[in-house]
């Protein structure tokens, strides 16, 4: 391959022939097995065909696949086109400069996707999947807004309806997140909502229920189970959902090998894991098998601790109790979490494979306060132009103080992190951080689930 001059290339463009043709999926290389979702009845091991009910055939087939290839199908790569991937690689060096560090700062740009984020990667395979196996719509839930919209955007591409369940605090503080997923055709609805059994039962009981995520997905679930002719979405957490995201890390792979770099600490935000996942599981690929050494270190907020006060342990996705259990790290179905800016970051637990590769050691997780992630990111903007998503920030947090680590000992290191996405619809958040009335909230103490190990 023909090298490029990696000081004079500050981001680094793949072709369009040069999007990965398959995903890649870690289960294939994990030192053992996943342990299995279990039904919450039996506590054994779920079948796949109760899932069928729920999700396209193709997508169950996916999360439970070991083979460690799998092809990117021709429509969904000729989505992938638009969006338009492959995304640039681009290098931090004004904030290196600002840093006066001797460590070098790539990041991977994923904000450029119409939804502003990852999250498209995903949506668009799943909404295809569904499309060709004959679902006329699918349901999802959103939190901020960001799944919601990627959602939206998808069903649009592949001539889907949608439905959207929208975590009722951020559809009365979010009106502009829920205006882009109408314009994509989606329809959405406050949750709790009056549309389902579980939403009702919760606004008898308060009227102002500010909502979570693992509401709104019960609230999807049941909508689904009601109606033959729609299906389920998951915007993070499950194994295929990582997979698909893959696409990230495997770009980013070929654009180190084309200026020559081998990037040392592999970094990013997990709130369910998913652009994390995507971005470091090339990557952990090769440490796995021994050729590399490379540092995983995942970002999460002190408001949602989930990996680093979680307990690795079996939990329900959802709130209601409805999902088969996953073992993960959590903080309980229960958690409350509290009104953060990052909306991504704000769910109880934890991808089962970024669950295991933290508790077996490959991985080290820290967290944030929101205070202290939104200074970074206004060092971001002002260095290197980007208004950062808030989840995104929290990578850009631990990037500036390890590079101002580096600088004290000296150490060359490259620190590469996924840039998730752009912050231009979470303002409000920015303005709180620049008025000085931004709250940083900790929980006091957490209480994971304890009864099924
Ligand atoms: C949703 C979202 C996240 C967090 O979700 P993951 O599944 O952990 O990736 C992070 N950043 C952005 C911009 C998001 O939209």
Not at 443 to 451: A, D, G, I, K
């Amino acid at each position: 391959m023909a090298k490029l001059d990696a000081d004079k290339n500050r981001a680094v463009f793949l072709t369009q022939d040069e999007i990965p043709d398959s995903w890649y999926n870690i289960q294939a290389d994990l030192p053992e097995p996943l342990p299995p979702p279990l039904d919450p009845q039996t506590l054994k091991p779920v079948s796949p065909e109760p899932l069928f009910r729920i999700f396209a055939k193709e997508l169950v087939a996916q999360e439970v696949s070991q083979e460690r290839y799998i092809r990117i199908p021709d429509e969904v790569l000729e989505a992938y086109r638009m969006l338009p991937r492959p995304t640039p690689l681009v290098r931090a060096r004004r904030l290196e400069e600002y840093l006066k560090t001797p460590a070098r700062i790539y990041y991977k740009w994923e904000g450029t996707s119409p939804a502003g984020s990852h999250k498209p990667n995903t949506a668009l395979a799943q909404a295809y999947y569904n499309m060709k196996e004959g679902a006329e719509r699918v349901c999802t839930e959103t939190g901020a807004g960001q799944w919601g919209s990627a959602m939206a955007m998808s069903a649009a591409m592949f001539d889907l309806k949608c439905t959207v369940y929208m975590v009722a605090a951020s559809y009365r503080q979010k009106p502009g997140r829920k205006t882009m997923m109408e314009t994509w055709g989606a329809e959405v609805f406050s949750s709790p909502s009056s549309r389902t059994k579980f939403g009702r039962g919760l606004l008898e009981r308060d009227a102002g229920d500010p909502g979570s995520l693992g509401i709104a997905i019960s609230e999807a679930l049941e909508d689904v189970l009601g109606d033959e002719r729609a299906k389920y979405c998951l915007g993070s957490v499950l194994n295929h959902v990582l997979m698909h995201q893959t696409v990230i890390g495997q770009e980013a792979k070929k654009q180190f090998e084309l200026i020559d770099e081998r990037p040392d600490v592999i970094i990013g935000n997990i709130g369910g894991g998913s652009n994390y996942g995507g971005f470091s599981l090339p990557f952990m690929a090769d440490r796995l098998k021994g050729k590399a050494d490379t540092e995983f270190v995942a970002c999460e907020s002190k408001a949602v601790p989930h990996t680093t006060k979680g307990a690795y342990t079996y939990d329900f996705g959802d709130t209601a109790g409805m999902t088969p259990l996953l073992k993960m790290l959590t903080l309980g179905r229960a958690y409350k979490n509290p009104p953060i800016h990052a909306g991504g970051l704000r769910y109880h637990g934890m991808a089962p494979i970024i669950s295991y590769l933290i508790s077996k050691g490959f991985m080290r997780s820290v967290a944030y306060h929101q205070n202290e992630i939104f200074e970074a990111a206004r060092i971001f903007a002002r260095t290197e132009g980007i208004i950062s998503a808030p989840e995104s920030a929290h990578e850009i947090r631990f990037v500036i103080d390890e590079a101002l680590r580096c600088k004290k000992t000296g150490e060359k290191k490259v620190l590469a992190f996924n840039h998730s996405g752009h912050g231009l619809l979470d303002l409000s958040g920015y303005e709180s951080f620049l008025s000085g009335k931004l709250q940083d909230w900790e929980p006091e103490q957490v209480s994971p689930p304890t009864l099924v190990r």
